[in-house]
Structure formats: structure tokens, C-alpha cells
């Protein structure tokens, strides 16, 4: 088995982002993660809802490393890691009451936030919620000036990274038929969006 791959950021930010989630999990059964990374998310998630069908998914490159925390932990409730790449339409095929995803806009392009808002359109179910943490912009100006630095660094590793704007998300939301709920404030000048998607008229 790989060695466990381990990021002091997803130690740091995992009790604020559980207090978020419990808000808005109480009712859900079927959770996908986009971007489950190293795998201890998904790992801790699962261990404080065991009401939850936790399924961790990303792209192939990073199965090993999930996959070691997933062995290791053995939980009845937490599968996967699902082959996921935003930018293929061939989504997991079930429905899902959530979604959530840490650290992902900023990573990625622009053109696959777009498909990732898509990709969450089309597998939420109705009243279904989307929740979505990371660093944003607001009215296009950066709310810390770590985040800015942080902009910097993200663009000379890939220009077409970034932290978002949340006006922008917002939009793509709308179009994917997802209203934002909330906006919870979180350590370290990061957010957690909510957006729940619309029963159908």
C-alpha cells in the first residue's frame, strides 16, 4: 500500500468546514466529494456522519493516495475513490442530496469550473446542496493580502488558475439552476459557499 499522503491544510480547516457541514448534511444520505486530494477529508466526514454514503472521488493520479486513507480507515459508509475529471461529461451516473469540494475553483481553469458548476447541476437532486470551500474575491478585489499573494503564486505555477470571484460562481450557479443559501465566513480568509438547487417548476 502507498504511503498516506498528508496536507496540513485539510487538518487545519477540517473541524470549521464540519461545523458548516453540519448545517446543512442532517438529511442528506448520498454525498460525492469533487477533488477528495489526499483523502483525509473524506476520511474524517465520513467518521462524523455515519448516516452518510460518503463517496470520494478525483482524478486518477491521485487514487493511490486516497485510497490508502480509505484501506486504512475502513469505513462502511465511505467509497471510492470514483474516476472524476470535471472537464468529461461522463459524470458519476447515480443522484446525489450533496456535494462538496475544498480547494478546487482556484486550482483549476476557468473553463472547468464551468463544467464543474455543470457537472453539479445535472447529479444534485432537487433541494439538493452544493457547498463549495476556498479563498474568493469579491467585487473583484481580494479580501486579505495573503490572498492576493496566494493569486500570484497559483497563476506562476498556471496561468489559468485563480482565486474566483464569488459574483462569478454566483452566475454559474443561476445557469445550473443552484441559488446561493449561504456564504459562511472561515479561517485563514477563506469562505464556504452554500448553493441549494431548485425544485423543478
Given at each position: 500500500?502507498?504511503?498516506?499522503?498528508?496536507?496540513?491544510?485539510?487538518?487545519?480547516?477540517?473541524?470549521?468546514?464540519?461545523?458548516?457541514?453540519?448545517?446543512?448534511?442532517?438529511?442528506?444520505?448520498?454525498?460525492?466529494?469533487?477533488?477528495?486530494?489526499?483523502?483525509?477529508?473524506?476520511?474524517?466526514?465520513?467518521?462524523?456522519f455515519?448516516?452518510l454514503?460518503?463517496?470520494?472521488?478525483?482524478?486518477?493520479?491521485?487514487?493511490?493516495?486516497?485510497?490508502?486513507?480509505?484501506?486504512?480507515a475502513?469505513?462502511?459508509?465511505?467509497?471510492?475513490?470514483?474516476?472524476?475529471?470535471?472537464?468529461?461529461?461522463?459524470?458519476?451516473?447515480?443522484?446525489?442530496?450533496?456535494?462538496?469540494?475544498?480547494?478546487?475553483?482556484?486550482?483549476?481553469?476557468?473553463?472547468?469550473?464551468?463544467?464543474?458548476?455543470?457537472?453539479?447541476?445535472?447529479?444534485?437532486?432537487?433541494?439538493?446542496?452544493?457547498?463549495?470551500?476556498?479563498?474568493?474575491?469579491?467585487?473583484?478585489?481580494?479580501?486579505?493580502?495573503?490572498?492576493?499573494?496566494?493569486?500570484?503564486?497559483?497563476?506562476?505555477?498556471?496561468?489559468?488558475?485563480g482565486?474566483?470571484?464569488?459574483?462569478?460562481?454566483?452566475?454559474?450557479?443561476?445557469?445550473?439552476?443552484?441559488?446561493?443559501?449561504?456564504?459562511?465566513?472561515?479561517?485563514?480568509?477563506?469562505?464556504?459557499?452554500?448553493?441549494?438547487?431548485?425544485?423543478?417548476?
Amino acid at each position: 500500500m502507498p504511503m498516506k499522503p498528508f496536507a496540513d491544510s485539510s487538518e487545519q480547516n477540517k473541524l470549521p468546514i464540519l461545523n458548516v457541514l453540519r448545517q446543512y448534511l442532517p438529511d442528506a444520505e448520498q454525498v460525492l466529494e469533487i477533488g477528495s486530494g489526499t483523502g483525509q477529508h473524506a476520511v474524517f466526514f465520513s467518521r462524523e456522519f455515519p448516516h452518510l454514503h460518503w463517496h470520494a472521488s478525483d482524478r486518477e493520479e491521485n487514487h493511490p493516495g486516497i485510497t490508502a486513507w480509505i484501506e486504512e480507515a475502513s469505513l462502511a459508509n465511505l467509497y471510492g475513490p470514483q474516476l472524476l475529471d470535471v472537464d468529461q461529461y461522463d459524470w458519476p451516473g447515480q443522484q446525489y442530496d450533496a456535494v462538496f469540494s475544498a480547494n478546487t475553483a482556484h486550482i483549476m481553469g476557468w473553463p472547468s469550473v464551468e463544467n464543474m458548476f455543470r457537472g453539479v447541476g445535472r447529479i444534485l437532486r432537487p433541494n439538493g446542496v452544493f457547498c463549495l470551500y476556498g479563498p474568493f474575491n469579491y467585487n473583484g478585489r481580494y479580501t486579505s493580502d495573503s490572498n492576493a499573494r496566494f493569486d500570484v503564486w497559483l497563476k506562476q505555477r498556471n496561468p489559468e488558475s485563480g482565486v474566483r470571484d464569488f459574483e462569478a460562481l454566483c452566475v454559474l450557479a443561476e445557469k445550473n439552476h443552484m441559488t446561493l443559501i449561504a456564504d459562511h465566513e472561515m479561517p485563514a480568509n477563506n469562505r464556504t459557499l452554500v448553493w441549494k438547487k431548485r425544485s423543478p417548476t
